[in-house]
């Protein structure tokens, strides 16, 4: 019989354990090769520890911590390409060595803006007055695989956000430039707290009455969405998006009635858009 104490010194094998450490000096099988023919990137937890393998398009294999080095997002929803594995979240690509080979948007954008838009109606069917905004929930889940659906936009940031787990671990993010606006809402949300503290009020409460009716905000293309478009350019606007995605980019499982009704309010079907296109 063992004493407590050799127990969990021969069973505890997470990283930084002794068995742990000794463990970490052999090869153990984790997966078979042909495991990763159906889909070539396999979550794996072994020893403690969540991990990520996949086989990139030319063949290599790679082991990975299972959490982005970026924002933790979960790497098993990740993308291969010929070199390495894509974050579904921000794009950051690792290679089979673990190394972070490319971050997209730390090399094309500078992030100076946030933007809120909305679609409006062709000019044609103004003025327009929505007498209702449907509600719908679509689903989240594949029902045959149990894996979350990543088609559509916000179903890959519903990956991301859950896969970065109950309370992310931001202890161990590696933010970049794009993420400045990550930065400042923190820095915001905690300055906010201490100001509480100290019995002052948060920041952007609007309590006059007339000031809070319309607050205008900086916004990019004002003029579109001010003046809207007339049907043609509308169409020719829109068709892309529509032939990629349907009505509805944002999320799976748009119901066929809010797609009619989306259609009755820009008095064109997303079917005759994409053929309009077809046309061209
Ligand atoms: S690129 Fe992975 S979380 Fe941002």
Redesign the pocket.
């Known amino acids: 019989m063992l004493t407590e104490e050799r127990n969990q010194l021969l069973t505890r094998v997470g990283a930084g354990t002794p068995m742990g450490d000794l463990m970490r000096r052999y090869w153990h099988p984790i997966a078979a090769v042909s495991e990763l023919d159906a889909n070539p990137v396999k979550p794996i937890r072994i020893m403690g520890e969540d991990l990520v393998l996949y086989r990139d398009r030319a063949g290599a294999l790679g082991l990975l911590e299972r959490k982005?080095a970026?924002?933790?997002?979960d790497l098993s929803y990740g993308y291969v390409e010929d070199c390495g594995l894509r974050?579904n979240?921000?794009?950051?690509r690792y290679d089979e060595r673990g190394r972070c080979i490319e971050q997209p948007f730390e090399e094309r954008v500078d992030p100076e803006a946030m933007v809120w838009a909305y679609s409006r109606v062709p000019r044609e069917r103004e003025p327009y007055e929505q007498q209702r905004i449907p509600g719908w929930q679509g689903p989240i889940k594949d029902p045959h695989t149990g894996r979350w659906l990543s088609s559509h936009i916000m179903n890959q940031d519903f990956i991301?956000w859950v896969g970065q787990g109950t309370i992310a671990d931001r202890t161990r993010e590696h933010l970049g430039a794009s993420d400045r606006g990550i930065a400042m809402i923190r820095r915001r949300l905690l300055a906010d707290l201490e100001a509480i503290a100290r019995g002052e009020q948060p920041k952007a409460l609007v309590r006059d009455r007339e000031t809070n009716l319309c607050i205008r905000l900086p916004i990019a293309d004002r003029k579109l969405f001010e003046e809207g478009l007339p049907r043609e350019q509308f169409i020719k606007f829109h068709r892309d998006r529509f032939r990629m995605f349907g009505a509805y980019t944002y999320q799976v499982g748009q119901p066929d009635a809010v797609k009619r009704e989306f259609e009755d309010a820009i008095g064109v079907t997303i079917e005759e858009c994409i053929a309009d296109g077809d046309r061209r």
């Open positions: 982005c970026h924002r933790r997002a974050c979240y921000h794009g950051w991301a």
